[in-house]
T-cell receptor, first 112, second 112 residues
Framework: DADVTQTPRNRITKTGKRIMLECSQTKGHDRMYWYRQDPGLGLQLIYYSFDVKDINKGEISDGYSVSRQAQAKFSLSLESAIPNQTALYFC???????????FGSGTRLTVV | QKEVEQNSGPLSVPEGAIASLNCTYSDRVSQSFFWYRQYSGKSPELIMSIYSNGDKEDGRFTAQLNKASQYVSLLIRDSQPSDSATYLCAVNRMDSSYKLIFGSGTRLLVRP
């Protein structure tokens, strides 16, 4: 099994729908992150969490919300999906400062 | 100015050559630097980290860091077609908390 699992892998949804992307990890890392990737724009940070009670906005949090249900689970919600939220979404984990991230396999989201 | 800048490429090199990938960053107090490899449609994979000025070698990969010039590079020796991917540079941002900022990536193409 993968260390960082994202579900679903692919999702097509309609404009205005609420959708949740889920991330779970078996690495035991406290820190978890949600990024989106658009062609030519690199990875942009949406939200991050350093423990269950710590949630922080990233660069592009508008239109998104998150929930840290447990140390191992971090979910991303789009309250009312819009077409420009069509992107590849990645969850990542880290053990602490000065360490790199481990990424999940990604969720390709299409909003029509 | 972007916080982390990379030439988008593609950088095309023949098989067996040295590929040189470059990255500049804007935050002088950054302390941690990472290179990720990302195949098309896949998640980023950490291949190198570097924290001190100078070179760090790992197999065919060498990371080079020059903090005075705010410059980090990745050399790939004996390039193989399987090295064809997008290479992302990531640098930590030290504001209220530690997080990584990613460049938009350089696409490398190794010609057989």
């Amino acid at each position: 099994d993968a260390d960082v699992t994202q579900t679903p892998r692919n999702r097509i949804t309609k404009t205005g729908k609420r959708i949740m992307l889920e991330c779970s990890q078996t690495k035991g890392h406290d820190r978890m992150y949600w990024y989106r990737q658009d062609p030519g724009l690199g990875l942009q940070l949406i939200y991050y969490s350093f423990d269950v009670k710590d949630i922080n906005k990233g660069e592009i949090s508008d239109g998104y919300s998150v929930s840290r249900q447990a140390q191992a689970k971090f979910s991303l919600s789009l309250e009312s999906a819009i077409p420009n939220q069509t992107a590849l979404y990645f969850c990542a984990t880290s053990v602490g400062d000065n360490y790199g991230y481990t990424f999940g396999s990604g969720t390709r989201l299409t909003v029509v | 100015q972007k916080e982390v800048e990379q030439n988008s490429g593609p950088l095309s090199v023949p098989e067996g050559a040295i590929a040189s990938l470059n990255c500049t960053y804007s935050d002088r107090v950054s302390q941690s630097f990472f290179w990720y490899r990302q195949y098309s449609g896949k998640s980023p994979e950490l291949i190198m980290s570097i924290y001190s000025n100078g070179d760090k070698e790992d197999g065919r990969f060498t990371a080079q860091l020059n903090k005075a010039s705010q410059y980090v590079s990745l050399l790939i020796r004996d390039s193989q077609p399987s090295d064809s991917a997008t290479y992302l540079c990531a640098v930590n941002r030290m504001d209220s908390s530690y997080k990584l900022i990613f460049g938009s990536g350089t696409r490398l193409l190794v010609r057989p």
